[in-house]
């Protein structure tokens, strides 16, 4: 009988053969995920022998790893500023740079803020959650094109039971009626230019939703077209933070200084430009 510390060694030799990103980790968190047990416990009971059926379930999944599929989609969730999300092909995977967003309202709101919050395309939710949980009298709108994104958001709000706080609403940002409603409004909007398609990781170019990445030839047309609609319906002093490109700092700039009182960029941790923050 294999051990998990003798399956784990297989599979990582395997996806690192493959390119496969974080091939270690992703062997222990498919493991973890078919054991039913947290990374932490597999890396504690690395003896434990494995039953054929959990070996066999491993391996279906770990095949499909081995073909680049994301390992939060094959599993289901993602973890967010410390919650869990669950996710699917038709969300994109919440990525840790999202969080400086959380955090820069944690810094500058108290827990009991309690004016309203519009999260534009929220995709699995990950920002309107999140905003909900640590700030529990605001209230959170949020937005998709996306139908299926939006049930995967409403999913997540009832399981970490904040789906009373958040009023979800399919649509396009430009019919947006909430704008003028909002003391904060969120946008992670797609940001990729499409000519970057070919230097995307495989992982993300086949399995995550193209319209939650790419925006147009410089990746700034959702940005564009959110400028056009809040020139017509936001108040003076509403807060807009979106995330962006590390080089797109100075077009957003551009972008948004004939409709905002302020701007500024926010830096991610590893130095790079990552969110836009305009007071109007
Ligand atoms: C980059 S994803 C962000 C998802 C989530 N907010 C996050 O931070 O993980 C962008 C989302 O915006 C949505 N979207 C794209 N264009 C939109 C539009 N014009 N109006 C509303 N939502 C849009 C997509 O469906 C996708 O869910």
């Known amino acids: 009988m294999l051990t998990c510390f003798h399956v784990l060694k297989l599979w990582e030799q395997r996806f690192h053969k493959q390119g496969i990103d974080s091939p270690r980790l992703s062997a222990q968190l498919l493991l973890a995920h078919t054991l039913a047990i947290s990374k932490m416990d597999l890396l ?3 003896g434990l022998e494995l039953g054929a ?9 770990a095949k499909r790893r081995l073909q680049g599929e994301p390992v939060a989609y094959l599993v289901g969730s993602r973890e967010f500023y410390g919650l869990e999300f669950m996710v699917g092909p038709e969300v994109l995977i919440p990525r840790p740079e999202t969080e400086l967003i959380i955090d820069y309202l944690r810094k500058h709101y108290a827990p009991d803020f309690s004016g309203t919050i519009l999260d534009i395309g929220t995709g699995s939710g990950a920002l309107a959650v999140t905003c909900a949980h640590y700030f529990s009298q605001a209230m959170i709108l949020a937005t998709d094109l996306s139908w299926p994104a939006l049930l995967m958001a409403q999913k997540n709000a009832v399981q970490h039971g904040v789906n009373a706080q958040i009023l979800f609403t399919q649509g396009d940002l430009a019919q947006h009626v909430y704008c003028h409603q909002a003391d904060i409004i969120l946008a992670n909007l797609p940001y990729v230019p499409e000519r ?10 086949n399995y995550e939703p193209w319209e939650a990445l790419f925006a147009g030839a410089d990746g700034l047309d959702a940005y564009r077209y959110l400028a056009l609609t809040l020139q017509a319906k936001v108040l003076p002093g509403t807060l807009l ?3 962006i490109g590390s080089d797109q700092g100075l077009a957003m700039e551009h972008l948004f ?7 500024h960029i926010l830096k991610d941790y590893s130095g790079h430009h990552r969110v836009v923050v305009v007071v109007f």
């Open 44 to 46: 504690l009971n690395l």
């Open 241 to 243: 933070l979106c995330e």
């Open 53 to 61: 059926l959990d070996l066999e379930a491993f391996e279906g999944l």
């Open 257 to 263: 200084a004939p409709i905002a009182q302020q701007i």
């Open 196 to 205: 970057d398609k070919v230097n995307l990781s495989h992982e993300v170019v």
